[in-house]
Every structure is written in structure tokens, then in C-alpha cells.
């Protein structure tokens, strides 16, 4: 039987590889609005389909403890109160009718990428990962995403500054003192701390950013007029 090839990550892959990818498109395209406020760009989906952004869980000790610490922390930062008792899906929805949308800069999980990663003999390199997909995460930001704002969710996607800047989105990169914000790490209170910080301050300025263009747009069509 002829290899088959992932159209995430471009890589030979087994059909459960191929599977998952297919089920972490659906979820997220169930969640996500039509038009994109603010774009939230983390490095990569985990493993477990159960830990991804977009899968619906029915309560907090369905996701590990990164998965989880992301989602309640995202939540608490964009002030989205989850009714209560209610599972992941009530706050996803709450998440796309504001116009947010989270998506990977690589498709596929780091493991299956980075061959040694999941044995321990290599480490993942986020600059070389970048320089790898920086294309492709870039092609699907302006054919597909078209967002007016991007957050940057992990320090390890920061190489794709330069990238976005010189593609002519560097004034739609809403960064924290000048870095992406930290991934809100459970056994890390000062990442966490610095995300929920970086989180509301980034917000606040999107909207502030939007407000101001909305009012010069207007002031245009009244000197049009
Ligand atoms: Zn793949």
C-alpha cells in the first residue's frame, strides 16, 4: 500500500495521525466565527485529542493539566463566565461570538514532527519549527484567517515576529512588552501571573485599537460627504 502523507505537517503519517487531524479540523470549525476579531496563535495541538483547544469536554478533569490551565486561564483573562455546572462548550461558544478563534501554527502535535521527541533523544527547536511552517502559518493567516488582531500564546512562537512583520501584519501583532505572552504553565504562578496581566492589557488595547478605527473610518466618510 502507498505511504500515506499528512496534509498538516506534510509527513509520511499512520492513519490515526491522519484521523486525529481531521477530527481537531471539525472541532474547531464547529467554534469558529466568520469573521476574526483576534486571532490567538499558539505553537502546536496536543497529543491527545481530548486536550485540544476546541474539544467540548464535559468537565474540567477531562483535559491534562496543560490543556486545562490554558482554557481556565483564557477564560478568567477574557472575563467569559462559564454557566454554571456547565461543561467547555458553553465558554467556546462565548469565545467565537466575541470573534476569537485559536489556532495552532503547526497542524500536527510536536511529537510526530520532531522525530526523538517523544523517546527523549532530541528536543524540539522552536526557531528551526518556525522556519519550517513559518510559510504555510503565514499563507493560512492571509487566505484563511484574515484576523484584524493576533496574540501570540507561547514565547516559543516569538521567531514568528520578524516573519509577520516583514508580511506587513506587524501592527495587527498585539504583543506584551514587546514578547508574546507566556503560556499560563501550571507549575509556573509567574507565567501565569504574566498571562493573566499581558491577557487584559492586550484586550483592552484590541478594543481600544478598534474603536479608534471605527472613529477614523467615520471621520473619513464625513469629510467624503
Ligand atoms: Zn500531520
Redesign the pocket.
Same mark, same amino acid.
Given at each position: 500500500m502507498a505511504q500515506a502523507y499528512?496534509d498538516? =505537517?506534510g509527513?509520511p503519517?499512520s492513519p490515526e495521525?491522519i484521523a486525529l487531524?481531521i477530527r481537531r479540523i471539525e472541532l474547531a470549525t464547529r467554534f469558529r466565527p466568520i469573521h476574526i476579531h483576534a486571532l490567538f496563535l499558539a505553537e502546536a495541538p496536543p497529543e491527545r485529542l481530548e486536550d485540544y483547544f476546541y474539544y467540548p469536554a464535559g468537565g474540567p478533569a477531562e483535559r491534562g493539566r496543560l490543556s486545562r490551565a490554558l482554557s481556565s486561564e483564557l477564560m478568567m483573562g477574557l472575563h467569559v463566565a462559564a454557566a454554571e455546572g456547565a461543561g467547555d462548550e458553553s465558554f467556546l461558544a462565548e469565545f467565537q461570538r466575541r470573534g476569537y478563534f485559536l489556532a495552532d501554527c503547526l497542524? =500536527?502535535p510536536v511529537a510526530?514532527i520532531v522525530p526523538g521527541l517523544r523517546e527523549g533523544t532530541a528536543k524540539a527547536n522552536a526557531h528551526e519549527l518556525v522556519h519550517l511552517y513559518g510559510a504555510t502559518i503565514l499563507r493560512r493567516i492571509e487566505t484563511s484567517y484574515r484576523p484584524k488582531h493576533i496574540v501570540l500564546l507561547s514565547t516559543r512562537t516569538r521567531h514568528l515576529i520578524p516573519l509577520l512583520q516583514q508580511a506587513g501584519w506587524g501592527d495587527r501583532v498585539l504583543l506584551y512588552h514587546g514578547l508574546p505572552l507566556h503560556f499560563p504553565h501550571p507549575d509556573n504562578p509567574g507565567a501565569q501571573a504574566q498571562f493573566r496581566a499581558g491577557l487584559s492589557e492586550i484586550v483592552t488595547r484590541a478594543a481600544w485599537l478598534t474603536k479608534s478605527t471605527w472613529v477614523a473610518n467615520r471621520s473619513a466618510a464625513n469629510v467624503v460627504e
Open positions: 499528512c498538516g =505537517c509527513l503519517a495521525h487531524r497542524e =500536527c510526530d
